[in-house]
């Protein structure tokens, strides 16, 4: 069990950087954002470690729970429209996901333990692709020094440390698994940013909301099977529904009425979709997610920390 929970948290801990993190962090660190990164895990590494988690059944959780979900639909429906159907009606796109979600959680934590399974080896599997594809389009040149502050540097590091640690709060499993899977998630980005600035160069990879999407544009097979950047960008989508996903159960761990969760999850849908057709709010939400999400974070975790000594 505790080694499937760590699987969820492979996800989770990714799911955020989609058209969020990846493209604020190269933008505020410019090439020394794996400085950013390497700070950053080691903040992280410093919480997960250190930090004794208990949940309980407080409305805190739920909100909690739900600044998630809010910026899962947000990140996915506009990835999904900007991308895949660009002529649809957001509010189309995300009804689907909708329905995803609401299934997922009308069963019980295990499906989504063995869907996280199932979904990880195939991540994994269009990860190593994908890298293997874009290697050859990297160019050390766009390395060059940009006079980067040492001050963006470090709100880059606290940024990833956020983004990064705060979806682990909805499952927890024990300090040393979760410890092993930090890393290996944070290997992972570091290896994505890596190939993004080193194809994009400073100026797209900080300019684009999805440069993460812009390179898989190059992906091929053996150079024979082309324009499958749709398929290979489901490694980003499999992260978001993961995370969406979570925190639903955590709504469901948090409430008693049955049907509550879903009613939650509706009107969560409703606040998303509106802040979706308003760029100036999106906006907001995109470029101060760090911000929202560490304050979220930090008075979730001293309420269950000291609900955990009681």
């Known amino acids: 069990m505790k080694n499937k929970i760590s699987i969820i948290n492979y996800f989770n801990m990714r799911a955020l950087f989609m058209g969020v993190g990846i493209s604020n962090i190269l933008d505020m660190s410019k090439e020394l954002f794996l400085c950013s990164i390497i700070i950053g895990t080691f903040i992280g590494s410093i919480f997960l470690y250190f930090?004794?988690?208990?949940?309980?059944?407080?409305?805190?959780?739920?909100?909690?729970?739900?600044?998630f979900i809010i910026y899962g639909f947000l990140i996915l429906v506009n990835m999904i429209a900007s991308n895949y159907l660009p002529n649809m009606p957001k509010l189309m796109v995300g009804i689907p996901l909708l329905l995803l979600i609401l299934y997922i959680l009308s069963k019980k934590?295990?499906?989504?333990?063995?869907?996280?399974?199932?979904?990880?080896?195939?991540?994994?599997?269009?990860?190593?692709?994908?890298?293997?594809?874009?290697?050859?389009?990297?160019?050390?040149?766009?390395?060059?020094?940009?006079?980067?502050?040492?001050?963006?540097?470090?709100?880059?590091?606290?940024?990833?440390?956020?983004?990064?640690?705060?979806?682990?709060?909805?499952?927890?499993?024990?300090?040393?698994?979760?410890?092993?899977?930090?890393?290996?998630?944070?290997?992972?980005?570091?290896?994505?940013?890596?190939?993004?600035?080193?194809?994009?160069?400073?100026?797209?990879?900080?300019?684009?909301?999805?440069?993460?999407?812009?390179?898989?544009?190059?992906?091929?097979?053996?150079?024979?099977?082309?324009?499958?950047?749709?398929?290979?960008?489901?490694?980003?989508?499999?992260?978001?529904?993961?995370?969406?996903?979570?925190?639903g159960y955590n709504i469901k761990l948090n409430t008693n009425n049955k049907y509550m969760p879903y009613i939650i999850m509706i009107i969560l849908f409703g606040i998303s979709a509106f802040l979706n057709y308003d760029y100036f709010y999106l906006n907001i939400l995109y470029n101060n997610a760090a911000l929202i999400i560490g304050i979220t974070l930090l008075l979730s975790s001293f309420i269950n920390r000291k609900t955990h000594h009681n």
């Open 109 to 247: 934590k295990k499906v989504l333990l063995r869907l996280s399974n199932i979904l990880f080896v195939l991540n994994i599997f269009i990860y190593v692709l994908a890298i293997i594809s874009l290697i050859k389009y990297f160019n050390i040149d766009n390395f060059y020094f940009t006079n980067t502050s040492n001050k963006n540097v470090f709100i880059g590091s606290f940024e990833y440390a956020i983004l990064s640690i705060a979806p682990t709060l909805l499952i927890r499993n024990d300090n040393e698994c979760i410890l092993k899977t930090y890393l290996i998630s944070s290997f992972t980005m570091s290896i994505w940013l890596l190939l993004t600035y080193g194809i994009l160069g400073p100026y797209l990879s900080s300019t684009l909301r999805y440069p993460e999407y812009m390179i898989l544009k190059n992906v091929s097979i053996v150079n024979a099977v082309e324009n499958i950047e749709n398929i290979v960008c489901f490694m980003w989508i499999f992260d978001v529904i993961i995370l969406i996903s979570s925190a």
């Open 51 to 67: 930090y004794k988690y208990s949940n309980k059944k407080t409305l805190l959780n739920i909100l909690f729970s739900s600044v």
